[in-house]
């Protein structure tokens, strides 16, 4: 029997995303009112009901969210700008320590979470341990925030549930294109990308193997606007059938660096609306491309040291 579960955090973030909900009801001021209540009401209503409910329903539930969305219906609060000054003024480089604190405390939580037990009682699943983990770390980093900034419960609500708003749709297309990449490997995509490129590339060299792969996870990505949505499709189709079968590869090496590329097309893609759009409408550039731009150099240089870095490692160790 386990105290915490994946399910335990995402009842927290169904209440929390219903508590928006109900908020934004009470706003007679808000431009898109019903149409966000019903947005962030069906969100909600999917991290509640969870496993318990047909996943058609969930799938209708989404379509819905997308229809709103895509009606321009979801919408920020008419005052989404924070005020100037406030808790965080004369923090500086101190208010990223909260952000930091997190990885770090999933990696020791990964760890050492399912090694904590009360006779029969334990306090975390082995299969749920990342998700658990980062549960916990995330609280933990919440409340070292508020004592960072000297901020109450409240005014972390309001900040959190406009943030929320401001991101929008954009907060749940990571989750969709992930979910999109696992269709793609169930339809049998990968068959076709690796027939595609067996047919176009001399995949019979360890060194072109390695470049397709992760020229496929970056452009894949760049087309899904995720790297897990990549990720399922080009690791079927390339990654495994060429670098593990053909020639040996080791697949957890494959795999990280593999998703590594992937992130180098994430950084270049407007289809990552959350990471390279979103910025942009927050700090109000007139270039809706000025984050990729910034990006770009970085994502490329990367690019290289990875496929570099997998052809030194992959068939070696």
């Known amino acids: 029997m386990t105290l915490l579960s994946a399910d335990t955090f995402f009842m927290l973030v169904g209440a929390y995303l219903a508590a928006m909900a109900g908020h934004i009801a009470l706003d007679r001021g808000h431009p898109r009112r019903l149409g966000s209540v019903l947005f962030w009401g069906l969100l909600a209503w999917t991290f509640v009901v969870g496993r318990d409910v047909d996943p058609l329903w969930i799938g209708v539930a989404l379509l819905a969210m997308s229809g709103l969305a895509g009606a321009g219906q979801v919408a920020p609060p008419a005052a989404a700008r924070p005020t100037g000054g406030g808790p965080t003024a004369g923090l500086g480089l101190k208010l990223l320590l909260p952000a930091l604190l997190v990885p770090v405390l999933v990696v020791i939580g990964g760890m050492t979470l399912d090694r904590i037990r009360w006779g029969e009682l334990r306090l975390?699943?082995?299969?749920?341990?990342?998700?658990?983990?980062?549960?916990?770390?995330?609280?933990?980093g919440l409340v070292f925030a508020l004592g960072l900034t000297r901020s109450t419960p409240r005014t972390a609500w309001h900040e959190g549930?406009?943030?929320?708003?401001?991101?929008?749709?954009?907060?749940?297309?990571?989750?969709?294109?992930?979910?999109?990449?696992?269709?793609?490997?169930?339809?049998?995509?990968?068959?076709?990308?690796?027939?595609?490129?067996?047919?176009?590339?001399?995949?019979h060299s360890p060194l072109v193997a390695v470049v397709a792969y992760c020229g496929g996870?970056?452009?894949?990505?760049?087309?899904?606007?995720?790297?897990?949505?990549?990720?399922?499709?080009?690791?079927?189709?390339?990654?495994?059938?060429?670098?593990?079968?053909?020639?040996?590869?080791?697949?957890?090496?494959?795999?990280?660096?593999?998703?590594?590329?992937?992130?180098c097309g994430t950084l270049v893609t407007p289809m990552a609306a959350n990471f390279n759009l979103v910025p942009v409408v927050l700090l109000e550039l007139e270039d809706r491309m000025a984050v990729i731009k910034a990006q770009a150099p970085l994502a490329a240089a990367i690019w290289f040291f990875n496929v570099a870095a997998m052809y030194a490692c992959v068939y070696r160790f």
């Open 217 to 263: 996870m970056a452009l894949f990505t760049i087309i899904m606007g995720n790297a897990f949505a990549a990720f399922p499709v080009m690791t079927l189709g390339i990654g495994l059938p060429f670098i593990v079968q053909e020639h040996g590869g080791n697949p957890a090496i494959m795999g990280a660096i593999g998703m590594l590329s992937g992130y």
């Open 161 to 203: 549930s406009r943030l929320l708003q401001v991101f929008g749709w954009a907060l749940v297309l990571p989750q969709l294109l992930a979910a999109l990449g696992g269709i793609f490997a169930q339809a049998g995509v990968g068959k076709v990308i690796a027939d595609g490129v067996a047919a176009a590339l001399p995949t």
């Open 124 to 140: 975390a699943a082995s299969a749920q341990l990342a998700t658990t983990a980062l549960g916990l770390a995330a609280l933990a």
